[in-house]
């Protein structure tokens, strides 16, 4: 989890996987998958509102607000991001960009890949950020690793400080994981096994 910077969030994620939910539980999942589809109401905007307008009066510098790019590209960014971008370019006194950062080349998430760290280059505008205090928005905070890697790409471009908003944070309670999931876990691994065992026999190393 992100030790370096400052992070905020409103509520907690329960991943879908997981059985025995209480309501509140499935409330807040729905919340954050909603949002992850760009549904979401007033209450959500309000709240990162308030609490990024609270963050920016207490200090000095000069803040940006920018939101961390989705795996899916540019469009599939805007279509979960519009309209929280356009309520908080309206309403904050900073400037507020989307589709600002980009990733270069294809971004594979590192939940899927396995890796604890996501090494994925990006491509900002420099002026944008360098010499500011940056707060970045994304929908879930998992193992941090992108917004740590894009947090310190961004201090290497000259951002002064960088601060991490997220609508949920996952949580992993103490409920049964679905069977369906364990079983589609099982046949992912027993895919990667032959293909491994292919590329071994077929493949030497000097290839």
């Not at 949002?35 to 905007?45: A, H, M, S």
């Not at 707060?135 to 879930?140: E, N, R």
């Not at 990667?192 to 290839?207: I, N």
Request: charged letters at 30%; a negative charge.
């Amino acid at each position: 989890m992100v030790k370096r910077y400052s992070i905020r969030y409103k509520l907690k994620y329960v991943p879908s996987y997981y059985e025995g939910l209480s309501e509140q539980q499935e409330a807040e999942q729905k919340t954050v998958m909603d949002f992850k589809n760009g549904i979401y109401d007033e209450d959500v905007c309000q709240w990162f509102l308030h609490t990024i307008s609270s963050k920016i009066h207490n200090f000095e510098s000069e803040f940006v607000v920018c939101f961390i790019p989705s795996s899916g590209g540019d469009e599939k960014t805007r279509n979960r991001f519009n309209t929280l971008y356009e309520y908080l370019k309206e309403k904050l006194p900073s400037e507020v960009y989307i589709n600002d950062i980009g990733y270069i080349g294809e971004r594979t998430p590192t939940h899927i890949i396995g890796e604890d760290k996501d090494n994925n280059e990006i491509a900002i505008s420099v002026d944008h950020f360098f010499g500011k205090s940056v707060i970045l928005i994304d929908d879930v905070l998992t193992s941090g690793n992108t917004f740590e890697s894009i947090a310190d790409q961004l201090m290497d471009f000259g951002a002064s400080n960088i601060y991490g908003w997220f609508l949920g944070r996952t949580v992993h309670p103490d409920l049964p994981i679905s069977q369906a999931y364990l079983e589609k876990k099982k046949k992912m691994r027993e895919e990667e096994l032959t293909f491994e065992k292919y590329v071994q026999e077929h493949f030497s190393e000097d290839e």
